[in-house]
């Protein structure tokens, strides 16, 4: 009896083992077309005869925002009405999880033909082997966008000399600042556009009222993807956090950020973004280190607030070893999967979604061809002309300061946690800017795979 | 009816041996295992696939960053990195610190409510209702709003002691790494304690009367009562509650990635929700296979104890 029932376990164990060394297997990746073989994306109709069956396309989005998802929506539907023989099967999927999803639908056989990037998302597929250079699917379309992009050298879409990225969106960084608390304090906000770390500081000294429950900044220690304090490197010359390259820049930038600490409220250790809105809009935090989306982040709850008389939109302050100020700016958009198995027709999705008819209707942020307006901005977005002082300010300000690409890191999730749990430290007082210099530079350099270029 | 009946051919005194007849004992286990089978063919396709995939995983370096094929046998290394892990010994005592007093406080509510509904009083029924709220309600949804109430700037609970008098100045019940621990005991008590008071209320409801009706006859106080009746009879409850409990524990995850993601830092990271971060956010899939496999063989332990007691009590 002993003997049939250990044949019996053994057959449980077999199972799996054989059932595990049929699947987990490396996909199969259909070789990269050759430039004479690429597509022809603008008129694919004409030159092939439609399917029985029509080619599914697996697009996945991270716009989970409710205008992005109508954007989004009705594209897709557009190109499935118009296109009987290829269909877009749109997958909603958040931020945090696209990486996970991808690689999951890639191992279980079943890859993604295009998602959505952002600036070290792009560069984590790009290193991990999993896109496709579009140069070859879409020769003119990438043709069409290099001279609009800004500064195409610096962008986060090369690798390699290839364009692996179709943006549809760029966004700049940069101050939000509270304009009622700013004049409270005897600070006029249009006098700020070329401030530099000691009038912030001396800014956010005169703001902070403890016994108010008031203060200059936050840092938002508790989501280290967004946790403050990576654009003081920024600001004094360096590329980003994993940029060790001037030791002394690198050591001010982290003084720096301890000498802001005062002005900051101490809730903010296990403050997330939600929390980081929360705190600007109810004027606990008078500014916000925030990108050109931000106004759609809470226009509804804070209208007031989130206006030309309630809110400016300033630079980042200037360290000593800048001369100008300067925007970071970064794109968002598209790219296509090295295991996808319908290139094709994923470049046909792509050439379409990225006509300047549907990207014109993006409704949030600034465009990334030039050709597209303030005014086409402002025709899209969903707050009409509530946003165009908001527009306005930025492109001024794009203008007016050096458009500074910020192409991001990988692995950033890691990176950003070594950068928090370090400043946390320096927060607390446990270690001096120079120690944690040494500490970040330990942490980091064996890790990352790519440095922001 | 003979066993072997069914597997003969012709007459009983003509027929020759047939080559399949089996012995009756064995064809009975034979109809066991075909009965069993696809059972079992379910439990390798759902468990023991994954298992055996997630433990492969765990002697690899996957490192989704790096490419799906970047998998390499590494043998033990995984398992060193983790033992060599400065980080590690502050997230086990956290997961034990955890589990330590969310039990406690988790029993000793638990346990005093359960006294307290399994008397008659007016509105008996409705309290007991009341009671298992914070149980039905969706975990998330529940630490969500904790993290409000929670909040150092703006949560409701400091709003309310520091207009009570009870606080000068506001405590930041998530971001202080002193506090922390307390404020996360609190919501998993919160969230939990209903478990075992519905546990320990049926254990209560099933101690014959007779029992304290003879222990005051003979002089015994209430609390005497308690100590001899009700906790000896209660114990085969108790640490059934305690083995499941500390396995769901040890496991524990949305409460507290919602409330700090293991913040200020690290302060109140444990396994689970490190596994997590290890796997989902680091995307270091080996590495994390390797920390859910330990934890597993950990958790191994109770439900073991726990299967034994089980079966001692059938």
């Not at chain 1, 307006?373 to 908001?390: C, I, M, N, Y």
């Not at chain 2, 008659?120 to 993290?147: D, S």
Request: aromatic share 12%; charged share 20%; proline share 7%.
């Amino acid at each position: 009896m002993h003997k049939r029932v250990s044949i019996l376990l053994l057959l449980v164990m077999v199972i799996p083992v054989l059932l595990s060394a049929c699947g987990g297997a490396a996909p199969t990746v259909a070789p990269q077309p050759a430039a004479t073989s690429a597509p022809e994306t603008t008129a694919p109709e004409a030159t092939k005869a439609p399917p029985a069956q029509p080619v599914k396309v697996i697009y996945l989005s991270a716009g989970t925002a409710e205008v992005e998802q109508d954007w989004n929506e009705k594209w897709v539907k557009a190109f499935n009405d118009s296109h009987p023989n290829i269909q877009i099967q749109y997958e909603l999927v958040a931020w945090a999880d696209l990486l996970t999803k991808v690689s999951a639908m890639i191992a279980g056989g079943n890859p993604p033909d295009i998602a959505w990037y952002a600036p070290s998302m792009i560069k984590e597929w790009y290193y991990g082997g999993l896109l496709e250079p579009l140069d070859d699917w879409l020769p003119q379309d990438i043709e069409e966008l290099l001279p609009a992009i800004r500064d195409p050298s610096a962008s986060d879409i090369i690798y390699d000399g290839k364009y692996y990225g179709m943006p549809f969106c760029l966004a700049g960084l940069g101050v939000i600042a509270r304009k009622d608390i700013f004049a409270e304090a005897g600070y006029d906000t249009d006098d700020l556009m070329n401030w530099d770390w000691a009038k912030y500081k001396e800014i956010m000294a005169a703001v902070t009222k403890p016994d108010k429950n008031q203060y200059g900044l936050q840092f938002a220690f508790g989501e280290p993807r967004i946790s403050g304090g990576k654009y003081w490197f920024l600001t004094n010359g360096l590329r980003d956090v994993t940029d060790f390259s001037n030791k002394e820049a690198y050591v001010e930038a982290l003084q720096y950020s301890m000498d802001l600490f005062p002005y900051s409220p101490e809730a903010q250790l296990q403050w997330v973004h939600a929390d980081t809105l929360t705190c600007y809009m109810n004027g606990v935090c008078s500014v916000a280190f925030q990108g050109s989306y931000f106004q759609g982040d809470i226009i509804r709850q804070a209208p007031e607030v989130m206006s030309n008389e309630g809110s400016a939109v300033l630079p980042y302050p200037i360290g000593p070893r800048m001369d100008d100020c300067m925007v970071p700016w970064y794109t968002v958009g598209w790219v296509m999967f090295q295991a996808s198995r319908n290139k094709p027709e994923a470049a046909e999705v792509l050439h379409f979604l990225a006509s300047r008819e549907a990207v014109n209707e993006w409704p949030m942020n600034m465009a990334p061809k030039t050709e597209i307006t303030l005014e086409d901005r402002v025709r899209a977005s969903e707050f009409g002309e509530e946003v165009r002082w908001w527009l306005e300010d930025w492109y001024e300000m794009m203008e007016i300061c050096k458009p500074a690409a910020r192409p991001g890191y990988a692995p950033s999730n890691e990176i950003n946690q070594i950068y928090t749990e370090v400043l946390l430290e320096l927060y607390y007082g446990s270690i001096t800017a120079e120690e944690a210099y040494e500490q970040l530079k330990a942490g980091i350099e064996p890790i990352v795979i790519a440095p922001g270029q | 009816m003979p066993d072997d009946v069914l597997s003969v051919q012709g007459t009983p005194g003509t027929r020759r041996p047939s080559r399949f007849r089996l012995p009756g004992r064995q064809r009975k286990v034979l109809t066991g295992i075909l009965l069993i089978l696809p059972g079992l063919v379910l439990i390798a396709l759902l468990i023991g696939y994954p298992f055996v995939f997630a433990v492969s995983l765990a002697f690899k370096d996957l490192y989704l960053v790096k490419g799906m094929d970047s998998a390499t046998w590494i043998g033990l290394d995984n398992f060193r990195k983790f033992f060599a892990d400065p980080s590690t010994k502050p997230i086990v005592l956290n997961t034990v610190r955890y589990v330590i007093f969310s039990l406690l406080t988790q029993f000793l509510v638990g346990l005093g409510l359960a006294v307290l509904l399994h008397r008659e009083f007016k509105g008996r029924g409705i309290m007991r209702a009341a009671a298992l709220i914070p149980w039905v309600m969706p975990t998330l949804v529940a630490t969500i709003v904790w993290r409000f109430i929670l909040d150092g700037s703006w949560g409701v609970l400091n709003y309310s002691l520091i207009g009570m008098g009870v606080l000068e100045k506001p405590i930041n019940w998530l971001a202080d790494r002193n506090v922390v621990w307390w404020s996360l005991i609190i919501v998993s008590l919160w969230r939990h304690f209903p478990f075992w008071y519905v546990n320990l209320l049926a254990g209560l409801q099933v101690i014959p009367e007779e029992l304290y009706e003879v222990a005051k006859i003979d002089g015994a106080s209430a609390l005497k009562s308690f100590w001899y009746i009700t906790l000896p009879l209660l114990r085969p409850v108790i640490v059934v509650l305690f083995l499941l409990e500390t396995i769901w524990r040890s496991n524990e995850f949305t409460t507290i990635w919602t409330l700090t993601k293991g913040g200020p830092g690290k302060a109140s990271m444990t396994m689970a929700p490190y596994v997590y971060q290890q796997s989902f956010s680091f995307y270091r899939v080996g590495y994390a296979s390797a920390i859910s496999l330990l934890l597993t063989m950990a958790m191994l332990v109770f439900t073991v104890i726990y299967i034994r007691r089980t079966q001692l009590e059938h």
